[in-house]
């Protein structure tokens, strides 16, 4: 599949351009950024031996492996449109020597899953970007044997994730700040509970619940760090300011993450998300 034949065709060119190459370029930092959340996701989805397990846009692929350790016996799919992170998972799986993992190159929302073959679905903030969500996740229910389960972390509201709003806020100084949309593909598309039982429930998917975890995230060592980092991130937003508005911005964002440098564990904000659990009630 190309990015033009794609359905969801601007977030495979997004993938697949700088903001992938930018993720894979920091793969390690985005997978310590949080790492209660992972051990969250971790216990939620209570993965056994004999699983096979399906990892929806598994970026770096480190819950995948997490998953394949403990489905020793079974095997994990991690899917993902990026091929530049994809390259980063095969390769750490490699390096881990774990044998029973799998990582495709692939749109969820599309994918010609074997019907029936998985016990549990799973992803770690990767669910949240697709174009066409109710044909995504019928796709990923027609993947799960009758009772499969489905378990993901997604964000919560805009406010309630300090480290998006305090650092938009910053980085568009005299304009109103750029909320990321709660109804098409991105980090906020699934942050509504009502919105996501609605979904979830119209698609097949049984028992629908969701759980509140809070973390605190680390966006780097110390403040010169993080803006560093951030400002590779929100590159695209930058290069839309004047050069007197973009040192603003900069200045701005230092301050605040600055204001939130805690000695000896880095510049941390708060943010909180929830995990969501279904089960396939169709056979």
């Known amino acids: 599949m190309t990015a033009d034949d794609a359905p969801n065709a601007a977030q495979w060119q997004a993938w697949n351009g700088p ?32 699983d096979q397990v399906l990892d929806i846009g598994c970026g770096a692929g480190q819950s995948t492996r997490d998953a394949a350790r403990r489905a020793h016996r079974g095997h994990a799919y991690g899917v993902d449109l990026s091929a530049r992170l994809l390259e980063v998972a095969r390769r750490r799986a490699a390096d881990e020597q ?18 029936a073959s998985v016990d549990i679905a799973i992803s770690h903030l990767g669910s949240m970007f697709f174009s066409d969500p109710r044909a995504a996740f019928t796709n990923v229910r027609s993947a799960l044997r009758p009772g499969g389960r489905l378990v993901l972390l997604v964000w919560q509201s805009f406010g309630r994730n300090e480290f998006m709003h305090r650092v938009l806020d910053a980085l568009t100084p005299g304009r109103e700040t750029p909320l990321p949309s709660a109804q098409g593909p991105g980090p906020l598309s699934l942050a509504d509970p009502e919105r996501v039982h609605a979904l979830l429930e119209h698609v ?70 929830w995990i969501v659990r279904a089960r396939n009630g169709l056979n």
């Open 19 to 50: 903001m992938g190459a930018f993720w894979a370029d920091n793969a390690d930092r985005f997978d310590r950024g949080a790492p209660a959340y992972r051990e969250t996701l971790e216990h939620a989805a209570a993965v056994e031996p004999d």
């Open 98 to 115: 774990i044998g029973n993992v799998t990582f495709t190159q692939a749109d969820a929302q599309v994918h010609p899953f074997t019907p």
């Open 204 to 273: 097949g998917f049984a028992d629908v619940e969701l759980v509140s975890v809070e973390s605190p995230i680390t966006l780097g060592a110390d403040p010169d760090d993080a803006l560093a980092f951030q400002s590779g991130q929100h590159a695209g937003l930058l290069a839309d300011l004047d050069a007197g508005t973009r040192a603003r911005a900069l200045h701005l964002l230092h301050d605040d993450l600055v204001a939130h440098h805690v000695p000896h564990r880095g510049v941390c904000y708060r943010s909180a998300a």
